[in-house]
């Protein structure tokens, strides 16, 4: 009798626990620090885009062009942008940005405020205009369209004076006018002389203003932002330790930008959102030259770490060769490049696992919402159906802890062991980036709990490589947070491609 009365006890305890009415209904974490806008989201969730350098420099194998060269040199004989946009596209690059303006000042489109451009060339008897073509070419492989013009201009007569700024204001104006939606400006922080000799003073308020008027969903790349920040070098690397907020008052581009190791990791006090960009170059050069050769899929994968992996987008240069069509040896890299990533990130091992638990939760949902999720000892057991879940796809729910929690765990368990060496994890941005210090354990087949990676920021994205193991139990392990924890997403996988 008493066990049976026991039993029913135990049975409805259980139950009324499962069941039982949340305390806290809807109450999401309140953004912590400077956060990023809705195009730096959509921007940063693109992950990877091309970058094409193409000019005068692809015809006369110069990284920077005098400026002096003839227009005739311009003169690519079977250009074909879609062909640009498939490579992209299968290659899973979800925006292109084009050199429309080097540093020779040579436009790729017959901007009016140059007599130095496509329309001065034979190139299709002056008539033909690359932005043009590229830009409807994104537009119809649903691939984003971006620019790069330079300010530093080796040809214009007016550079090193007054009356540049205005010149170039003229011609962001034509270009931001006339090939429809960009999703990035790209500016060159590099400042050098003019044809007179002369180094410009840079109006950049008032580029960045009209830029902002025109194209208000561009982001805007340069040393110091606004939109986005250069990682501090061009090897493909960014820090290890990477926040997404840097200090900008009284910086510029080029000579008084940060250091290129603040550009690296960022400031951990930044007062702006100014993600890292990593620009790197599949070749040795940022133009085409018949002998350079694009690098391999092992580099482009540590790359791929390194950049993406460590909360950067990843900008990565194809450039096209003088018929105007990028080479076969760096599209066939390229999909090759993409079968790694396929093979690699193709199967979550934490996808949809019914086995999580976490220290900590907070109750963002309504109390008919929460009949998934219970208690149980000191932890709770969230499952798929759970809208605040990290195991699913959808970028807007998390998992997130109470006001006052900073240092939580979640532990994945498997049914069998379960073999790994890349850890996926991800803030949600939206409310900013909290984590400084986090860490991983594995529990061995004697229930012994062992450290297997140390790291320091995650952000957007962070994908930590360990050492291969197996194993029925993960813990990821919040150590230090700045405000309450948020994971919209962990993943494990099983990388066989790259040598570690
Ligand atoms: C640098 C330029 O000087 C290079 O030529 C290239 O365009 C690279 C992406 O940025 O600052």
Not at 256 to 285: F, H, K, M
Request: with cysteine.
């Amino acid at each position: 009798m008493l066990f049976v009365f026991g039993f029913l006890l135990l049975a409805f305890g259980l139950n009324a626990q499962k069941y039982a009415p949340q305390p806290k209904p809807a109450d999401p974490p309140k953004p912590y620090g400077p956060v990023p806008t809705a195009a730096q989201v959509a921007w940063q969730r693109m992950e990877m885009n091309l970058f094409c350098h193409f000019g005068p420099n692809t015809f006369t194998g110069l990284e920077w062009g005098e400026g002096t060269e003839a227009e005739d040199i311009f003169n690519p004989t079977a250009l074909d942008c879609n062909q640009w946009v498939s490579v992209a596209k299968n290659a899973g690059f979800q925006g292109i940005i084009l050199t429309a303006k080097h540093h020779d000042g040579f436009c790729l489109w017959p901007n009016p405020q140059s007599t130095h451009t496509v329309r001065e060339s034979v190139w299709r008897n002056g008539k033909g205009d690359v932005l043009k073509e590229l830009s409807e070419a994104c537009n119809r492989g649903g691939v984003k369209f971006g620019i790069y013009i330079s300010p530093w201009d080796r040809n214009a007569p007016t550079y090193g004076t007054n009356a540049y700024n205005k010149v170039f204001l003229k011609t962001l104006r034509h270009a931001h006018t006339h090939y429809g939606p960009i999703f990035e400006q790209w500016f060159d922080g590099a400042n050098g002389e003019g044809p007179n000799g002369k180094k410009q003073v840079y109006d950049w308020k008032k580029f960045n203003g009209q830029t902002k008027k025109l194209q208000p969903n561009a982001v805007i790349f340069s040393d110091v932002g606004p939109g986005c920040r250069w990682v501090g070098n061009e090897e493909g690397k960014c820090g290890r330790t990477c926040w997404s907020r840097l200090d900008v008052e009284g910086r510029e581009p080029g000579k008084n930008a940060p250091s290129q190791d603040t550009l690296n990791a960022g400031n951990y006090n930044g007062a702006c959102w100014i993600p890292a960009e990593t620009d790197v170059s599949i070749r040795p050069g940022w133009f085409w030259r018949e002998s350079e050769h694009p690098k391999s899929v092992q580099e482009l994968l540590k790359i791929y770490y390194n950049s993406v992996g460590r909360n950067s987008l990843l900008l990565l240069n194809v450039p096209p060769d003088s018929r105007g069509l990028i080479p076969a040896e760096d599209s066939l890299r390229l999909m090759e490049f993409r079968a790694a990533l396929d093979t690699i990130f193709a199967h979550d091992l934490a996808k949809n696992i019914r086995n999580i638990c976490v220290s900590n939760f907070r109750r963002v949902y309504e109390p008919d919402h929460t009949g998934n999720c219970y208690s149980w000892r000191n932890t709770v057991f969230i499952e798929p159906c759970c809208g605040f879940s990290v195991i699913d796809d959808d970028y807007d729910t998390y998992w997130a802890t109470d006001d006052s929690v900073t240092t939580a765990w979640l532990e994945i368990q498997f049914s069998q062991p379960k073999t790994f060496n890349r850890v996926m994890l991800q803030e949600y941005i939206p409310l900013g980036q909290r984590v400084e210090k986090f860490h991983v354990e594995v529990e061995d087949e004697n229930g012994t709990w062992r450290t297997i990676a140390e790291e320091t920021t995650i952000g957007y994205k962070r994908i930590v490589l360990t050492e291969t193991v197996t194993t029925k139990k993960v813990r990821i392990v919040i150590d230090k947070s700045r405000a309450c924890i948020v994971l919209n997403r962990v993943g494990l996988f099983m990388d066989r491609v790259m040598e570690n």
